[in-house]
């Protein structure tokens, strides 16, 4: 049955960027209406009786969209420097992606694609979420439980969907500025939260409060962004889970840089210290040798120690920055004190100069704290953060780096959107 439903769902991704989260939709059932043995029809598989395998499925989504993203997004903010012989893959790296790319509009997200991936896990939470909100707790037990994580993973996909492009598209509906897909992403986790609290289930409640406070904060809504986040453990770890059956479920940073060695650290990463002593939050070893490409030096991240490591989608270290942030001041400044001073970290407080200089400090503590998790991507665009080459300098390949702080809407897109 699991087979049998990616491949129908897969079948429906290939031929639409993005599907209306309507169960039986006429471009659905357009897609699905030839049969085979292989293949069963979409109104076969969303019955109650499949509520647990519909959730799983829609979250691997998320999960495989999610290790694409920090993957592209780091090469576009400067964690990574992409090193591998592949001219498709150096407009991340550049930052000089088109909107006639292929590889960032429909490429899947074990390829490093973006828009196609993110899209596809918007859809497939939502569709479960819908079908989840039409079934009763008869019919399916754990019900609120299971709508609370498909709403927060279509909120933190509805989340990367604002935070990477320029512009998006939900449903095939019009163009949507950054702002107002952030809103719908803050409508997911809303509903995320509403349901977590139905279930008394505080995992979830706190990846959803964590999410939502990061759509706020890139909002700039720094009082919601605060309560939010405010409510949140210090100790809360919500990660993406990663297995070896298939390379869709692979540790994708772990598989881009220690495994094909196709991306190195950037050198900004290579030795970070604090006040002179080492920053164990940016580990690093260097290979002493050549990446793939045979051009660039091979640095390697400790962060994620094999293909099976989980990758974190929320943490309390997140909730604790963006409450920072919100904050400011004295309260802000105690924050990333005690972050600095956490067991495992043990780093001096800040210095006089650091806590004169809040907002660039805020902006380097996020940049370690959140190392190869994904949020450097938008951190550049929203606190104006200086690009790193600078746009103009020559790329070792070929070209110069660009200016991009965010990918276009892919002309894919636009093309299978009749608003356009």
Aim: aromatic share 6%.
């Amino acid at each position: 049955m699991g087979a049998a439903y990616r491949m129908t769902r897969q079948v429906a991704a290939a031929a639409l960027l993005t599907l209306p989260v309507v169960a039986c939709s006429s471009q659905i059932d357009e897609l699905l209406s030839a049969e085979s043995p292989a293949r069963l029809s979409e109104s076969g598989l969303l019955q109650s009786s499949n509520a647990s395998l519909l959730v799983a499925s829609a979250v691997a989504d998320f999960e495989c969209a999610l290790g694409g993203h920090i993957v592209a997004s780091g090469l576009a903010a400067g964690e990574l420097v992409d090193a591998t012989q592949t001219a498709a893959r150096w407009s991340y790296d550049r930052r000089e992606v088109l909107p006639q790319d292929a590889l960032y509009s429909t490429s899947s997200c074990e390829g490093l694609g973006m828009y196609t991936p993110v899209n596809t896990a918007r859809h497939t939470n939502d569709q479960a979420t819908q079908k989840l909100e039409e079934w009763t707790d008869q019919q399916v037990p754990n019900r609120q439980r299971l709508i609370a994580t498909t709403a927060a993973m279509a909120g933190y996909s509805t989340l990367l969907l604002g935070e990477d492009f320029c512009s998006a598209t939900i449903n095939v509906g019009p163009e949507l500025s950054t702002d107002q897909v952030l809103d719908s992403a803050i409508a997911r986790f809303t509903k995320a939260i509403t349901a977590a609290t139905a279930a008394n289930d505080q995992n979830l409640l706190n990846l959803a409060r964590v999410g939502r406070a990061r759509a706020y904060l890139d909002r700039g809504n720094k009082a919601a962004a605060a309560t939010d986040a405010g409510a949140v453990p210090v100790a809360f770890v919500y990660n993406a889970v990663h297995n070896t059956l298939s390379a869709r479920r692979q540790n994708r940073i772990f598989t881009q840089n220690n495994q094909s060695l196709a991306v190195t650290i950037a050198a900004p990463y290579r030795n970070m210290t604090v006040q002179g002593l080492p920053d164990p939050r940016v580990s690093i070893t260097n290979a002493n040798r050549l990446a793939s490409d045979q051009v660039n030096p091979l640095y390697l991240q400790n962060k994620y120690s094999s293909l099976t490591a989980p990758t974190p989608i929320a943490t309390g270290i997140e909730a604790q920055l963006i409450l920072a942030e919100a904050q400011g001041g004295a309260q802000g400044i105690a924050i990333l004190n005690a972050l600095r001073a956490r067991a495992g970290v043990a780093l001096p407080a800040l210095t006089a100069a650091e806590q004169a200089a809040f907002s660039t400090t805020l902006a380097e503590e996020r940049n370690r704290e959140l190392f190869l998790q994904g949020n450097r991507w938008f951190d550049m665009k929203r606190l104006n953060i200086a690009q790193n080459p600078a746009a103009g300098t020559p790329y070792s390949k070929g070209g110069s780096y660009g200016n991009q702080r965010c990918w276009p809407l892919p002309d894919a897109e636009k093309l299978a959107n009749p608003n356009f």
